[in-house]
């Protein structure tokens, strides 16, 4: 206890007050168990906060390289184990170790976007539960070599394979052209081309060859069938070359040789046939002509 009083010395000329005053400075009664309490506690919760951050550090595997399966290496950052994104992740490579594969999952979509350094949208992939697209300006695919297999553009779509097989029932269907070097069909199966309300051109600048090596080449249309050549001919080599639904003309004369009939050719050149006789029995004027 600290008081403090007012006295006179001695032979001073002051006189002593008649009153005594004592002053008490400090804190006492219940305000100094308040204190002593709130310190108290605060060193309890201390001891509490810096318990948990121990066993925090211990469950999370904090270390020097980073924490639990998250190592930071020179190269990035190195998740080992399966690993849940709740916000988009922006990365500049993502890749699996050499002895595992990449998997990833959702519950949803799965959309990887590639931007350009406005951050504007250049290129994305979408995986949805029943599609799967991709936006940009050109899709590539390449093999293990750095060889194009397949590429898809605006202008045009190119495909690098050697072979294209198409193994639906309906085959393959193209609304415009399709330039290719060789069109088969699977040994022991049927090739058929067909363009059921429009009409088919096979064009070559250096010819066309149609082959059936263990079959039979089979042309149908409502309408025409042209066979038109430029400059060369149009050659019908075969053993065997029949006709049989021409037109015939008018009977032959006096003499003639049934079941034999001669093969005449209007000036329009439409061909019908007319009894052969001894001579000749094609006239210019037949009425098959007309």
């Given amino acids: 206890m600290v008081r403090e009083q007012y006295l006179t010395t001695q032979g001073s000329s002051l006189q002593r007050p008649e009153n005594q005053y004592v002053y008490k400075i400090g804190i006492y009664g219940w305000r100094k ?8 506690l605060l ?3 201390l001891v509490v906060n810096f318990a948990l951050t121990i066993w925090i550090l211990k469950v999370m595997w904090f270390s020097t390289d980073g924490m639990g399966h998250l190592r930071v290496t020179e190269n990035g950052i190195r998740l080992e184990g399966e690993s849940e994104f709740l916000f988009p992740l922006y990365a500049k490579e993502i890749r699996s170790r050499t002895d595992s ?4 999952d959702s ?3 799965v959309t990887i976007n590639a931007r350009d350094s406005n951050g504007h949208v ?3 992939l979408t995986v949805g539960p029943s599609t799967l697209q991709a936006h940009g300006k050109r899709f590539e695919v390449h093999s293990n070599t750095g060889r194009m297999l397949f590429s898809a553009a605006e202008e045009e779509v190119v495909v690098g394979a050697d072979r294209l097989r198409v193994t639906g029932a309906e085959g393959a269907l193209f609304e415009h052209s399709v330039e290719t070097p060789v069109v088969r069909a699977e040994p022991f199966k049927q090739l058929r081309l067909e363009s059921p309300t429009r009409c088919l051109s096979i064009d070559a600048p250096k010819g066309v060859q149609i082959k059936a090596r263990a079959g039979n080449i089979e042309a149908s249309s409502q309408r025409d069938i042209v066979l038109h050549t430029s400059e060369g001919t149009v050659v019908l080599d075969a053993e065997t070359v029949k006709l049989p639904k021409l037109p015939h003309g008018s009977q032959g004369g006096p003499g003639s040789s049934k079941g034999l009939y001669e093969v005449c050719v209007c000036p329009d050149g439409m061909l019908y046939l007319s009894v052969a006789g001894v001579g000749s029995t094609c006239q210019e004027f037949s009425r098959v002509c007309q």
């Fill in 33 to 40: 168990r308040c204190l002593y309490l709130f310190v108290l």
């Fill in 43 to 45: 060193l309890i919760i």
């Fill in 101 to 104: 594969p990449l998997l990833v």
């Fill in 107 to 109: 519950s949803q979509n």
């Fill in 122 to 124: 250049t290129g994305r």
